[in-house]
């Protein structure tokens, strides 16, 4: 009798302890894209399915204004270059587009309340447009989460990147160009890594980072933007004029390896 009691209760306690498992898992899903309809329909499903999502974009380009705007803490990837059926990638951000036909903002991520993980991978993100409204290309607000934007090319908008609420931001290999007010605007976050990246021939700054904690940039090439004096207060001062990179404010005052290879650096630092 002992014995099978004992049984008994080891199996009950082996049940509730996967159930508890269960419980406390992470779940994921995966969304393989190839139409707008459908690239609308994961971002909306994404956003309120408790769930970290990615989501596979196949190759060609989609003509909208993105939008995932959840309440919930849980993670978004988006990324291109998937063939049919998103069974293999090829990564490069020139076969898979997202245009916003000047019509709005092309790709938005955001999180209210909650920390969240967002990542971007392998788009070209163009043609976006918001009258009065310079956060065109991509908007990226993360509420102290992560963000991360690698492989992707930004070109062609009002605003090229507009990043903000950030704990860390990771901008790596990206290429930034011929956007009509800035290359990357990011608003107070944490800690910022710029690293490899191209950001060029923008009409406005090319780089500004606003209170971030810390900055490391490395190995990137910030030439030929322009900052006119109607663009932002500081366009207006002669010798911010030329300036390729902007950082206010920089709370520890520690940045890393100033950019190089023909680009112009400033530190500002208003209290």
Known sequence: MKTDFRK??????????????????????TFCINSTAGLHTALDTAASNG??????????TYYGNF????????????EGG??????????????????????????VLSSTAVVSQFAVDGLTIRNGYLSNQSR??????????????????ITKNA????????????????????????GLLVHPSDNIVLESNTIHDNYGLGVLLESPR??????????????PPTEYFYCGVPE?????????????KTIESIPTRGQVYRYAEHR
Do not use: W
């Not at 065109?136 to 090319?153: D, E, K, P, Q």
């Not at 090229?160 to 009509?180: C, H, K, P, R, W």
């Not at 900055?215 to 322009?226: E, G, P, Q």
């Open 159 to 182: 605003g090229g990147s507009y990043i903000t609420g950030a704990g860390t931001i990771t901008f790596v290999q990206n290429d930034l160009s011929l956007n009509e007010s800035f």
């Open 67 to 78: 939008v995932y705007a959840s309440t919930e803490a849980y993670g978004i990837t988006v």
């Open 240 to 252: 911010l004029a030329v300036v390729q990179v902007f950082v206010i404010a920089l709370m520890s």
């Open 82 to 107: 998937y063939a049919a059926g998103c069974a293999s990638r090829v990564v490069d951000p020139l076969n898979t587009h997202l245009d916003g036909s000047r019509t709005g903002r092309v790709l």
């Open 8 to 29: 008994g209760y080891f199996f009950f306690s082996v049940l509730i302890m996967f159930l508890m498992f269960l419980g406390g898992q992470v779940y994921a899903e």
């Open 51 to 60: 769930q970290d999502d990615t989501i596979q974009i196949v190759r060609g």
């Open 136 to 153: 065109n290309g991509l908007y990226v607000s993360a509420n102290g989460g992560s963000v991360t934007i690698t492989n992707t090319r």
């Open 214 to 227: 810390t900055a490391s940039l490395k190995n990137n090439t910030i030439t030929d933007n322009v900052c």
